[in-house]
């Protein structure tokens, strides 16, 4: 993993890498051992590498008003059927091959214009608020979608308890970047490591969320374990999985398919019916489990919540 | 011998779509997304046919087995076959037969407009493939039928533009095509060699 130093921590907070690594590499060892010694398999708390997880069921989740009562995808199709390019192009990389990424113990760095950054533990970022089950549709640029029951934390908790600054007015995501994990990012698909952004008041909105779960239990390493965001009225790519590091920064942060492809994506992406993709209509969509298109909604049915964000702005110029 | 062979080729050909039919309406397992499995396997059995195809004069001038020009239509017209299943699905589960969005993608997309030009193409190539009409248009036929050059080109665009990256199965496919035309500008260059010393 690469730490960059961050402007607003004190050194003294920061864990030198090589205690880090080392770290990872005894937790990693560790496991393995505990794993073998396990007669079947039953150390899923510790990240094993390779091979399905049995996935730990999360306590105490409340249910949301924000949930849709459409039909959900089966866990099958959620979790067969991904775009992790960390992993591999191909949709079923990410099952066949992000069974090796460790993801036990996981720390997010907070940093930039923050009052509290820190390398904060995952299980610590879970913590702040009560897990809420939010059933979202994910409509994906390519012009598919899915019914998915995430579960989370509102993105805004954790961010009002970081403290960020006044003039921060975007955040920073950035996925883990391991390449002796991760085979895909041998490749110059992207420029490595993935990030994404968003302004700070789309990270703030009620509906974006922070997901550890889904089904009711910890994510899988392909839906983007331990942590991952998910901003349902944008293009899937924006909820960038497996994070490592969030920045409050004052300007506008580069992401990874506007960085590839700026005339294809941009830095909003909001699911727009109206602005085509020059590869695929954006107005219909195929529902993972039906045969026929249907119709895209503006803002993927969020409207009423998140058109408000965007009021005056020309949605076709910053698509 | 060779009615054999063209008997197992034809059996062969059949395989992709057979299998397809199976996994459809037998056991079920075209993936989370079945009409995107079926759309991208007959595409890529008409641009892997479509290639094999282009393979066979090479093969014939480089081996001597003159023979292997009796494969060459029904290799064609098989690349077509799986063209035309490839371009169905995206008429019925795509655009459920609406002319507009159908007219839409193929103007405004650049992938799709160079599928189209890869398909409209081989529309006349298969309409002319009969022995009558090899006979009849002569010297013409031949002429005619070099538009598969561009009709594989498109192809492979369409293949490579449809990637939201550079992958290395769409560059794979483009090197084939490349060595397969360069087979032919080299044997044009020393045909016109030879015709100069004499």
Redesign the interface.
């Given at each position: 993993m690469h730490i960059r130093k961050g402007s607003s921590i004190p050194s003294s907070e920061i864990t030198p890498e090589h205690l880090y690594v080392s770290r990872r590499d005894f937790m990693r060892t560790t496991a393995v051992v505990v794993a073998g010694a396990a007669a079947a398999g039953t150390a899923s708390a510790c990240g094993m590498e390779d091979g399905a997880l049995a996935q730990t069921p999360l306590p105490n989740i409340t249910k949301s008003g924000f949930s849709t009562s459409e039909k959900q995808n089966t866990f099958?199709?959620i979790i067969?059927?991904n775009n992790f390019?960390e992993f591999g192009?191909d949709?079923?990389d990410p099952q066949r091959y992000a069974g090796r990424m460790t993801t036990s113990p996981w720390k997010v760095k907070v940093d930039g214009l923050v009052n509290k950054g820190a390398d904060y533990n995952v299980e610590d970022i879970v913590r702040t608020a009560a897990l809420e089950e939010r059933v979202y549709r994910l409509r994906c640029v390519?012009g598919?979608s899915m019914v998915i029951p995430w579960v989370g934390i509102p993105l805004a908790s954790f961010l009002k308890r970081v403290e960020p600054q006044g003039q921060a007015k975007f955040v920073e995501f950035t996925t883990l970047n391991r390449p002796s994990e991760m085979p895909g990012v041998h490749t110059?698909?992207?420029d490595w490591p993935y990030t994404e952004g968003l302004r700070l008041d789309e990270a703030m909105h009620p509906l974006t969320i922070l997901a550890v779960g889904l089904y009711g239990k910890t994510l899988m390493n392909q839906n983007g374990a331990p942590i991952r965001l998910v901003v349902p009225w944008k293009y899937g790519f924006k909820s960038i999985k497996s994070i490592v590091r969030m920045r409050l920064t004052e300007t506008q942060p580069a992401t990874a398919w506007n960085k590839?492809?700026p005339q294809e994506y941009g830095f909003y992406s909001n699911v727009n019916p109206n602005v085509?993709h020059?590869?695929?209509?954006q107005?219909n969509e195929?529902r993972?489990g039906e045969?026929?298109?249907r119709e895209t909604l503006m803002f993927n049915g969020y409207g009423d919540q998140v058109a408000s964000l965007y009021a005056g702005m020309d949605l076709k110029k910053f698509y | 011998m060779i009615r054999f062979l063209k008997a197992l080729t034809f059996v062969a050909c059949l395989v992709p779509a057979a299998s397809l039919a199976w996994r459809a309406f037998g056991s079920g397992d075209l993936?989370?997304?079945?009409?995107?499995t079926l759309t991208h396997q007959t595409g890529q059995w008409a641009l892997r046919l479509l290639l094999i195809t282009l393979a066979i004069t090479p093969l014939r001038r480089l081996s001597g087995w003159n023979r292997a020009i009796a494969f060459r239509r029904m290799l064609g017209l098989f690349a077509f076959f799986y063209a035309i299943l490839h371009l169905s699905i995206w008429v019925v589960?795509?655009h459920?037969f609406k002319v507009s969005?159908m007219v839409?993608?193929v103007v405004?997309?650049?992938?799709i407009t160079a599928g189209s030009i890869a398909l409209l193409l081989m529309v006349p190539l298969a309409l002319t493939s009969t022995t009558w009409a090899i006979r009849r248009l002569g010297r013409r036929w031949q002429q005619m039928h070099r538009l598969i050059y561009v009709s594989a080109t498109a192809a492979v665009l369409h293949f490579i533009?449809?990637?939201?990256?550079?992958?290395n199965e769409t560059l794979m496919y483009a090197g084939i095509l490349a060595v397969l035309l360069g087979i032919r500008v080299v044997f044009a260059l020393r045909k016109r060699a030879a015709r100069a010393r004499v």
């Open positions: 099958e199709d067969s059927y390019y192009t949709k079923s390519e598919w110059r698909a992207l590839a492809t085509s020059p590869r695929w209509t107005a195929r993972i045969l026929f298109r | 993936g989370v997304n079945p009409i995107e589960f795509d459920y969005t839409e993608d405004k997309r650049p992938f533009w449809k990637e939201k990256v550079i992958i």
